[in-house]
């Protein structure tokens, strides 16, 4: 009967995330081996490469993120609902400043040219779920669906509320309280720019003219 694994998957994982909040996004496999206290061969046992590990933990993180966004489709009011996600990001991140810093390590887009071995799905689809959260959440909030309206959406509470949080990520510096409010305020601004469809009142009928006296 073969013995069990001494070292699982989620303590290299989280081997990796202790050299990356204390070396940096370049930390290396020797790092992640002393964190852990493993031999190298064991890490090499489950990841043939620096990059398969550390593309896992950027997955991880990326996932651990999401959570709080696709929470927010519990929301009924759409605007609400989008507003929690911008609000979303710079709280997640003030907590979980080391996964912040993970978060970093690769872009999709970067990924998607070249992903590791047995990881390309998971690279591919990593961000479906909240796009389509998104797309529901603006189509409820405007009133309908455009390719324009998706990507104001996207900018106001995503890529606007990550820019004004990016810098701090990594930094040594907290993020401000205050940064909260300046996402959200940024947000309700840009979804702003396109107005939401109004339904349309029904017309009252005209009251019949009353009949002249004699």
């Not at 995330?17 to 190298?40: C, F, I, K, N």
């Not at 912040?100 to 479906?128: C, F, G, I, K, W």
């Not at 947000?187 to 107005?195: C, F, M, R, S, Y």
Request: net charge negative.
């Amino acid at each position: 009967m073969a013995r069990p694994a001494k070292f699982t998957t989620e303590d290299l994982l989280d081997g990796a995330l202790r050299a990356v909040a204390a070396h940096g996004t370049s930390a290396t496999l020797a790092q992640v081996a002393q964190e852990v206290g493993a031999p190298m061969g064991s890490i090499y046992h489950r990841y043939a490469s620096r990059e398969h590990l550390f593309v896992a933990l950027w997955l991880r993180s990326i996932r651990a993120f999401h959570v709080g966004l696709l929470a927010t489709r519990e929301i009924d009011d759409p605007r609400e609902a989008l507003l929690a996600q911008a609000i979303h990001i710079p709280r997640w991140c003030r907590d979980h400043p080391d996964v912040a810093l993970a978060m970093t390590l690769y872009r999709q887009r970067q990924l998607l040219a070249a992903p590791p071995a047995h990881l390309e799905d998971e690279v591919r689809t990593l961000n479906d779920e909240v796009r389509e959260l998104g797309r529901e959440q603006a189509a409820a909030f405007y009133g309908r669906r455009e390719d324009h309206l998706e990507q104001v959406m996207a900018l106001a509470v995503r890529q606007c509320p990550y820019g004004l949080v990016r810098p701090f990520i990594g930094s040594g510096m907290p993020l401000p309280p205050w940064i909260d409010e300046a996402c959200v305020a940024a947000a309700a601004a840009i979804l702003d720019l396109e107005k939401p469809e109004k339904p349309e009142k029904p017309e009252k009928p005209e009251k019949p003219e009353k009949p002249e006296k004699p």
